[in-house]
């Protein structure tokens, strides 16, 4: 028993470190306010680490919008190829044909030239599938990496995240990138006219069904978010008068060192240990790609000094990523048996007693809590700034979400949610789930385009 409480003791104090209070995370909201500022503002955009990349979308979709488009979806596991047809309600609003394609990742790791003619390679194969080979539509292109546009259908590459680092494509323009790749495939051709980031195409395709929806969120392999900011503070795009959408790019938030103080040292080992080091800080404590990743670093701290699994780390439990995020998902599942979470972890070759196996789950709750309330502050910053913005007392919003990890995670979004409450007591903020969202947002979008030109 008293090895059983030092154990315990142990496992606190490290999980301590993890904790954040209130007061913290108000000052992750207040500092993730003041990168917005700077990175809105022309003179400082540069220093922020929340680029603040204007969209140069005007407004969110008024149901008005008609016809078909391709559209396509590339920015993080999978790239996908989608056929979308948008009717009136009556005709039954928004159908969807789409298939998906692997990138390999010596695809994504390897030439743009590759990259892109691959891309281009499955947009022909889904043509011929539908057999709409011929038929030249509009296309939105959903590419979740940050670029700096200049306009709706131009988009130089910042940087690549998420895996991806595709040779002579950062300081590009994608859609050139795309243009040109099409050109060097015989009897084929396309019309660009959109570049969308995820964020924006999520936001769009919850605002086609709740005209309240001014803000996407994503939390997937890695998290961002996007905003309707008035043109006044869009000290980076020329005219002052409505709206424009915003990509914060927030998943860069901190890469100025103003995370550190709520960072532990597992966090440093994640980020090190990733094929962008320094960059990426906020996306590094919240996202799909990097949860799994600061449990097992943990879980080798704690069998390290002895306080789990009889101080023994399997070969499975010291190679990276062999603990993905979903692993958190099933271990913290409400009513899941002990046994359960004993096989998972059997199944990376530890040896696990009953109590390894909670203090396991405690770890897990642990690491999706903080990177819950951590995204919680980022909206709660997002909302007021809304707020302030119309000068109103109350403000009621609606934020469209995909990713994964948000959908099927047992308790994040609760938690998100909850967070939003607290640090902003003064905006009621609705959570709407996207379907199909950044391929039927991409349409959305490329229809308004059209609609325009
Ligand atoms: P993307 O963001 O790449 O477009 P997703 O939204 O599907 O795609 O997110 C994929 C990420 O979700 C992966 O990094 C994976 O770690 C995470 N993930 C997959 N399944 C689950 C799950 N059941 N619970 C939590 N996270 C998950």
């Known amino acids: 028993a008293a090895r059983l409480f030092a ?86 609003g928004v159908h969807i044909f789409s298939e998906v394609y692997s990138i390999p990742p010596q695809v994504a790791q390897g030439t743009g030239t590759q990259l892109f003619d691959h891309i281009v390679t499955c947009i022909v194969d889904f043509q011929t599938k539908q057999g709409m080979m011929g038929q030249k539509l509009p296309l939105g292109f959903t590419f979740s990496f940050p670029c700096k546009q200049t306009s709706l259908d131009q988009g130089i590459l910042v940087r690549w995240t998420k895996g991806f680092s595709a040779s002579d494509c950062v300081g590009k323009d994608v859609v050139q990138l795309l243009r040109e790749a099409v050109k060097r495939q015989q009897h084929f051709d396309l019309d660009v006219v959109a570049i969308v980031n995820d964020t924006v195409g999520t936001m769009m395709s919850c605002g086609y069904d709740d005209p309240n929806c001014e803000v996407g969120l994503i939390v997937g392999t890695g998290t961002n978010a996007c905003y309707m900011e008035e043109m006044q503070n869009v000290g980076t795009v020329e005219g002052e008068e409505g709206r424009m959408c915003i990509n914060m790019e927030w998943g860069a938030f901190g890469d100025n060192g103003c995370l550190e103080p709520f960072m532990t040292t597992f966090d440093q080992t994640v980020d090190k240990a990733s094929i962008n080091p320094g960059q990426q800080r906020f996306e590094k404590l919240i996202s799909g790609m990097y949860l799994g990743e600061i449990v097992r670093h943990i879980l080798l701290k704690l069998a390290g000094q002895g306080t789990l699994f009889r101080g023994q780390a399997s070969p499975a439990l010291q190679t990276k990523d062999l603990f993905p995020t979903k692993f958190l998902s099933v271990i913290e599942s409400d009513g899941l048996a002990q046994r359960q979470v004993r096989a998972i972890l059997e199944e990376l070759g530890l040896r696990v007693s009953c109590e390894d196996g909670m203090m396991v789950r405690e770890v897990c709750q642990v690491v999706s809590h903080r990177a819950a309330q951590l995204c919680g502050a980022a ?39 909850e967070t939003v409450k607290v640090l902003a007591p003064c905006c009621s903020v609705t959570f709407l789930q996207s379907e199909d969202g950044s391929g039927k947002g991409a349409a959305l979008i490329a229809a308004v385009a059209c609609r325009a030109a």
């Open 379 to 417: 909206v709660a910053a997002v909302v007021e700034k809304i707020r302030e913005n119309r000068a109103l007392e109350q403000l009621e919003v609606t934020v469209g979400v995909d990713g994964t990890l948000y959908k099927l995670h047992p308790h994040f979004s609760q938690q998100v949610k």
């Open 7 to 92: 154990q315990r003791q142990q496992l606190q104090s490290l999980l301590n470190q993890l904790h954040m209070s209130t007061e913290n995370l108000c000052k992750v909201q207040a500092l993730l306010r003041r990168e917005m500022e700077l990175g809105l503002a022309k003179e400082t955009n540069v220093i922020a680490s929340t680029r603040m990349l204007p969209s140069y979308v005007r407004s969110i979709p008024d149901g008005s919008e008609r016809g078909d488009f391709l559209a396509l979806d590339l920015g993080g596991t999978n790239f996908r190829v989608l056929l979308v047809q948008v009717h009136s309600q009556e005709q039954g």
